[in-house]
T-cell receptor, first 112, second 114 residues
Framework: GENVEQHPSTLSVQEGDSAVIKCTYS??????FPWYKQELGKRPQLIID?????GEKKDQRIAVTLNKTAKHFSLHITETQPEDSAVYFC???????????FGTGTRLKVLA | DAGVIQSPRHEVTEMGQEVTLRCKPI?????LFWYRQTMMRGLELLIY????????DSGMPEDRFSAKMPNASFSTLKIQPSEPRDSAVYFC????????????FGPGTRLTVL
């Protein structure tokens, strides 16, 4: 079936360094790719998204890149801060529907 | 807007009991999603509705689970009978379905089945 693979499962970086999380999807018809941040005990919240007609999108310290040919997309966080520590989920829309397929999550720890 | 509202926030019950989780989507949103989150299985989509109609229930684990959306502002997820392996956090999310769009998650219901 359709799936989204996400790597790494855990990531530790020093404060101020960059963090990169990568996802690969299988459904060539996927056209929407959101990233969610989930803090401990909280709900997932959208931090950035990208549609298939765009190759890159930035929002302050966060950027997402999309390679449709290779079917992979990545989240880049620059100048990481302790408050960036959370679990990050990528997702891909499932062809012709409104549902997402979520990746398995990346636990990011930013060390002060 | 208050966002997606879920109740109860916590539920502890005994095996075999019926459990009903409730969700009120954001006003104006016409798609509603029920997810289950566990450490082992991550975020799983159970079912979603579009304009109050169930579109895809392929994620519903078994017949013990059922979901309804009687109107645009209310949905329920029912488990009968509940089992310990149903223990999880259940999230409801809503979106405006003009295409795949941001899903807004509710605070979740933490269910513990003893």
């Amino acid at each position: 079936g359709e799936n989204v693979e996400q790597h790494p499962s855990t990531l530790s970086v020093q404060e101020g360094d960059s963090a990169v999380i990568k996802c690969t999807y299988s459904d060539s018809a996927s056209n929407y790719f959101p990233w969610y941040k989930q803090e401990l005990g909280k709900r997932p919240q959208l931090i950035i998204d990208i549609r298939s007609n765009v190759g890159e999108k930035k929002d302050q310290r966060i950027a997402v890149t999309l390679n449709k040919t290779a079917k992979h997309f990545s989240l880049h966080i620059t100048e990481t801060q302790p408050e960036d520590s959370a679990v990050y989920f990528c997702a891909a829309s499932y062809s012709g529907t409104y549902k997402y397929i979520f990746g398995t999550g990346t636990r990011l720890k930013v060390l002060a | 807007d208050a966002g997606v509202i879920q109740s109860p926030r916590h539920e502890v019950t005994e095996m075999g009991q019926e459990v009903t989780l409730r969700c009120k989507p954001i006003s104006g949103h016409n798609s509603l999603f029920w997810y289950r989150q566990t450490m082992m299985r991550g975020l799983e989509l159970l079912i979603y509705f579009n304009n109050n109609v169930p579109i895809d229930d392929s994620g519903m684990p078994e017949d013990r689970f059922s979901a309804k959306m009687p109107n645009a502002s209310f949905s329920t997820l029912k488990i009968q009978p509940s089992e310990p392996r149903d223990s999880a956090v259940y999230f409801c999310a809503s979106s405006f379905a003009g295409g795949p769009n941001e899903q807004f998650f509710g605070p979740g219901t933490r269910l513990t089945v003893l």
